[in-house]
């Protein structure tokens, strides 16, 4: 209850800021006015194409009624002077009105931004979706162990070249699990996202093309190119790129960057330009 109430004061405070001053008042509860905007936020919010039960706007009205109380009792009670209070206050402050800093033009500046660094980061290469058949070697195995896996793996090899399944052979001989219930097969990659060795061979294939065994730091491979492709345009890659920004956020961390510039142009201004002058040694200025 005490955190529902803490809640409630932090929205009725958001609310009437944003609030505009020529709002139509719509209700009356308990004595306080309260505005269109603020009933039609809370309506909205709680009304979202994510919620089950829906409510009307006459069904809401009863709910919105008991919140206004909650949010009044909250104040009666001063929660809000409490330190536990300002604390999740401020917590809740920024997580609400510091990503109304970012606009969509910011976040699609760093969507650009992603894939040209990608693009970059590629250098003029193209992504290629390998599977492979693998043997696990051992960083210290001993000798007999290090015959036993190149036997093994010159084995599956003369198996492929005589005719064998390498989807087969990659789930039931290769040693990476995970890549062999799907016939050896990886996601789509790039440049530096393979062992060096992996990726010299890699590359070096065309589709369909199937690798002699070799040895990388962690084991022996087989590599199979199932397809290349080159890196799509940016707008085809836009909103994936777009939802995977968000979901790292991006509009936190932007406006980070804005409260921190903001915070340092102030802090400048306050100080004011150093001031030199003959004879008196050059220190920043005081406030």
Request: aromatic content about 8%.
């Amino acid at each position: 209850m005490k955190r529902k109430g803490l809640v409630f004061v932090f929205l009725s405070f958001i609310i009437s800021t944003f609030a505009q001053n020529d709002d139509p008042v719509v209700m009356t509860i308990g004595g306080e006015p309260v505005s269109r905007s603020e009933f039609e936020y809370n309506y909205n919010k709680n009304n979202t194409d994510a919620v089950v039960d829906k409510k009307s706007v006459a069904e809401y009205v009863d709910m919105f009624a008991v919140y206004k109380m909650k949010v009044r009792a909250a104040m009666d009670a001063h929660m809000d002077t409490v330190s536990s209070y300002l604390r999740e206050f401020h917590q809740y402050r920024d997580q609400q009105i510091r990503p109304l800093l970012v606009s969509d033009e910011m976040v699609d500046a760093e969507c650009r931004k992603y894939y040209d660094d990608m693009k970059q980061a590629m250098g003029g290469k193209q992504l290629l979706k390998p599977a492979h058949i693998f043997v696990l070697l051992k960083q210290k195995a001993s000798a007999a162990e290090q015959d036993a896996a190149k036997a093994r793996i010159d084995s599956i090899y003369n198996v492929l070249t005589n005719g064998g399944d390498f989807q087969e052979l990659a789930r039931t001989c290769s040693d990476d699990k995970q890549t062999g219930i799907n016939g050896g097969e990886l996601p789509w990659v790039g440049p530096g996202q393979l062992l060096k060795e992996f990726e010299d061979v890699a590359y070096s294939l065309n589709v369909g093309q199937v690798s002699a065994p070799f040895l990388s730091t962690v084991g022996y491979h087989i590599v199979k190119m199932t397809d290349r492709k080159d890196l799509e345009p940016f707008d085809t890659l836009h909103a994936q790129i777009h939802r995977f920004i968000e979901s790292r956020g991006v509009r936190m961390q932007l406006s980070q960057q804005i409260v921190d510039s903001l915070s340092h142009a102030a802090q400048g201004e306050m100080t004011g330009p150093e001031i030199s002058c003959p004879g008196i040694p050059r220190r920043p200025a005081v406030l």
